[in-house]
């Protein structure tokens, strides 16, 4: 056995200058962990003058991330690049084949191309590690694949994206619209200066393809995946679901369910008295149904340097004690449900011109798709010359509600884009 | 690589059988999470006639717990036979000395014995697993040896006893009384006949220990633990910890100080916007504070037959895939500090006859033990013949408030045990 585990780190961005951070700051309390001594032997940055406050004097450092790949003395190569495909893929798929194991944060790469890598780091009995993927440093892969390991699973829902978690927390705790918190949120460094994958939801929707692979399908499928985003929430629906009882949180759910499999991420409307509800600011959270063991929780920061450093170190702290495990742990069913199959209780409001005949318009349209409605709330606060509408549903099914929602669009009495809201009654 | 891990079950109680079953109607699974096919090759129990619902047709069933640690077709041996020495310590000792491993839910066996058999279990090059031990199905022995393996731990502290948890739930959610709450957990199957273990904070202690072990200290030290049960807490203080805008929760608390480690099982106030106070039944909550993730959070089910069961096979199928991990992963510290050390905040509810100068009396034997008053809350609602004084306390030595407890019972108009209660300030 050898006592030198060796790593290559590709990428000293915030994460990867954490983990580095805490590989060498720390090497005498891992050593004691794992049994072996790690060992950063290459680096690979776009900036190699940048100070990034961690000592890389004895390091060797390599032009291109390839030439990690290639390098004889690196048995793990840390893959801090991101992105989907690019320098980031090719780098896995070389070092894969080359006989090393592969620790990630990266979930969009892993979202769109985890098939064929876990398949690779298969074939080559290599690991493909991704802890930080999903949820920073809270160590929700490793409860799934092991501590849960003895489970069928029936769900995997929670709050994925810390960015969107801190602006609904700021809309709400202080009445903030969401550009207002958005730009509160870049302020802080919680957001990128293109924060479309954040608040677009598709951030957690490659962190929810990541679960219902591990839990349901063996291989993410991006493709089969709906999401959606926060723009449309305004201050007034943070209003309303106050009114009803209500916090909205942007919501990753998959189901296993008798259709198939079932993943969406939405902002969704959950009961005040919800665990959810008091996941506040940019915490993450994920509840996950176990057919033994219930319903367990898991809390903790989602991002950050040391914290998602955290899960990247021990990642690399179970491959040096020599954990091994299937990338595709179990396959429950490859079977997605078809879009028909979706039922949801749903909250609905409009902008739309205070002019008579505008409620009937609505409500027709509603029932020519079968749309049952529970309750209006016409409250009428006027909003620069539009009032807003505000229904909530009865179970129903959501392709007649998506389908409405296409209709109401071309009401020239509907002014702005109608916020559509999932209504999950969680405990 | 032998395709086969062959398992000897020791008690098919309520845990050993839910194990049992899950092993058996879950084979596929297991086997495709971990590459081998377990087995389960023989069991001994108490009463072999009584109709467990499981099929063990084909198994081996031996006279006594000790063939198990002798037969040569077994390569793990679960011990759930319970208690602190007796046939489950020598059943473990002989089991790991002849080269077997083995997993355990005994917290007893293992905070009293844990240094021993750790230290067996090391010499002999296998595995001693506890999942079971703390927190029935959450993963949280998992969660601190591998997923948080990157921190140095500063705190961990939770809700690990879930018949305590319960009882605080229904003394609170429907003002019973203690010894009513405790009938209703029995009856309910949450309370064993004999609840002292339960209640009296000895169970939190034992997984307390446990949890002191892996983040600090190496090995449990069951000595070293302050533990306090329920019994001085009525219904009166329940309803003071409601105005006062405080729960009453059992928690465990162990932290590495700067004088030491201080580990301490005891009722404690916390603010009911704390996320620990909505925990509730019997449901348990750990935190885990570490340097570089911060505060990761676990919920789930505390106890039960199949969620204890699920650690229970989590940790075979470990040992299935080769994990393998240092008993003693990093000892930070073996200090313990002194109870001089020891500081809190304080609840104290006494019963007092109504007679002129009693105030006086309490007041100056806590002056005298330089414990700071912080309010005085005597609301004077008359329960037979006595009146409650209620104080609370700054931050003050523990030794000086438990000294004076001890003046104040020898007072004549002190009437019945005070009741103490830590105040923890928690988020």
Same mark, same amino acid.
């Given at each position: 056995?050898?006592?030198?585990?060796? *790593?290559?780190?590709?990428?000293?961005?915030?994460? =990867?200058?954490?983990?580095?951070? *805490? #590989?060498?700051? /720390?090497?005498?309390?891992?050593?004691?962990?794992?049994?072996?001594? #790690?060992?950063?032997?290459?680096?690979?940055?776009?900036?190699?003058?940048?100070?990034?406050?961690?000592?890389?004097?004895?390091?060797?450092?390599?032009?291109?991330?390839?030439?990690?790949?290639?390098?004889?003395? *690196?048995?793990?190569?840390?893959?801090?690049?991101?992105?989907?495909?690019?320098?980031?893929?090719?780098?896995?798929?070389?070092?894969?084949?080359?006989?090393?194991?592969?620790?990630?944060?990266?979930?969009?790469?892993?979202?769109?191309? =985890?098939?064929?890598?876990?398949?690779?780091?298969?074939?080559?009995?290599?690991?493909?590690?991704?802890?930080?993927?999903?949820?920073?440093?809270?160590? *929700?892969?490793?409860?799934?694949?092991?501590?849960?390991?003895?489970? %069928?699973?029936?769900?995997?829902?929670?709050?994925?994206?810390? @960015?969107?978690?801190?602006?609904?927390?700021?809309?709400?705790?202080?009445?903030?619209?969401?550009? &207002?918190?958005? /730009? !509160?949120? !870049?302020?802080? =460094?919680?957001?990128?200066?293109?924060?479309?994958?954040?608040?677009?939801?598709?951030?957690?929707? %490659?962190?929810?393809?990541?679960? +219902?692979?591990?839990?349901? &399908?063996?291989?993410?499928?991006?493709?089969?995946?709906?999401?959606?985003?926060?723009?449309?929430? @305004?201050?007034?629906? $943070?209003?309303?679901?106050?009114?009803?009882?209500?916090?909205?949180?942007?919501?990753?759910? +998959?189901?296993?369910?008798?259709?198939?499999?079932? !993943?969406?991420?939405?902002?969704?409307?959950?009961?005040?008295?919800?665990?959810?509800?008091?996941?506040?600011?940019?915490?993450?959270?994920?509840?996950?149904?176990?057919? /033994?063991?219930?319903?367990?929780?898991?809390?903790?920061?989602?991002?950050?340097?040391?914290?998602?450093?955290?899960?990247?170190?021990?990642?690399?702290?179970?491959?040096?004690?020599?954990?091994?495990? /299937?990338?595709?742990?179990?396959?429950?069913? +490859?079977?997605?449900?078809?879009?028909?199959?979706?039922?949801?209780?749903?909250?609905?409001?409009?902008?739309?011109?205070?002019?008579?005949?505008?409620?009937?318009?609505?409500?027709?349209?509603?029932?020519?798709?079968?749309?049952?409605?529970?309750? $209006?709330?016409?409250?009428?606060?006027?909003?620069?010359?539009?009032?807003?509408?505000?229904?909530? @549903? %009865?179970?129903?099914?959501?392709?007649?509600?998506?389908?409405?929602?296409?209709?109401?669009?071309?009401?020239?009495?509907?002014?702005?884009?109608?916020?559509?809201?999932? $209504?999950?009654?969680?405990?």
């Amino acid at each position: 056995m050898n006592s030198f585990l060796r *790593i290559g780190i590709a990428g000293l961005g915030t994460v =990867g200058s954490a983990t580095a951070k *805490i #590989i060498q700051e /720390q090497a005498d309390m891992l050593s004691h962990r794992c049994g072996k001594q #790690i060992e950063i032997t290459a680096v690979t940055a776009r900036d190699k003058s940048k100070n990034r406050k961690i000592d890389l004097s004895g390091v060797k450092w390599l032009d291109r991330p390839m030439d990690l790949a290639t390098d004889p003395n *690196i048995d793990v190569v840390v893959e801090m690049i991101g992105g989907e495909d690019g320098v980031a893929l090719e780098l896995v798929r070389a070092s894969l084949e080359n006989g090393k194991h592969v620790v990630t944060a990266n979930k969009a790469m892993l979202a769109h191309h =985890g098939a064929e890598l876990f398949a690779l780091a298969s074939e080559n009995d290599k690991i493909l590690a991704f802890e930080a993927a999903v949820a920073g440093g809270i160590p *929700i892969i490793k409860a799934v694949r092991e501590g849960l390991s003895a489970n %069928h699973f029936s769900a995997i829902y929670g709050i994925l994206n810390g @960015t969107c978690n801190y602006i609904l927390t700021e809309m709400w705790q202080n009445g903030l619209d969401f550009e &207002t918190a958005l /730009q !509160q949120a !870049q302020d802080a =460094g919680y957001a990128e200066a293109d924060p479309s994958f954040d608040i677009d939801g598709v951030d957690a929707s %490659h962190k929810l393809a990541l679960l +219902t692979a591990l839990a349901f &399908t063996g291989d993410p499928d991006f493709d089969k995946l709906e999401t959606e985003g926060l723009r449309s929430i @305004t201050a007034l629906d $943070i209003d309303y679901a106050t009114e009803l009882g209500y916090r909205i949180k942007l919501l990753g759910i +998959t189901q296993n369910t008798e259709h198939g499999v079932i !993943q969406t991420v939405s902002p969704c409307m959950i009961p005040e008295t919800a665990s959810l509800a008091s996941v506040e600011g940019s915490l993450n959270a994920v509840f996950v149904d176990g057919d /033994q063991v219930g319903t367990t929780m898991y809390v903790g920061a989602g991002a950050g340097g040391s914290e998602t450093g955290s899960a990247v170190v021990a990642d690399i702290i179970d491959i040096a004690r020599g954990h091994r495990w /299937q990338h595709k742990p179990y396959v429950e069913t +490859t079977t997605y449900a078809p879009k028909e199959a979706r039922t949801g209780k749903f909250y609905l409001r409009l902008m739309v011109n205070d002019v008579s005949g505008v409620m009937a318009d609505v409500t027709a349209i509603l029932r020519d798709h079968n749309v049952s409605l529970k309750s $209006i709330l016409q409250y009428g606060h006027s909003v620069e010359e539009s009032v807003p509408l505000v229904l909530t @549903t %009865h179970e129903t099914k959501e392709c007649g509600i998506r389908d409405a929602i296409i209709s109401l669009r071309k009401l020239d009495s509907v002014l702005t884009e109608p916020c559509l809201l999932r $209504i999950e009654l969680l405990d």
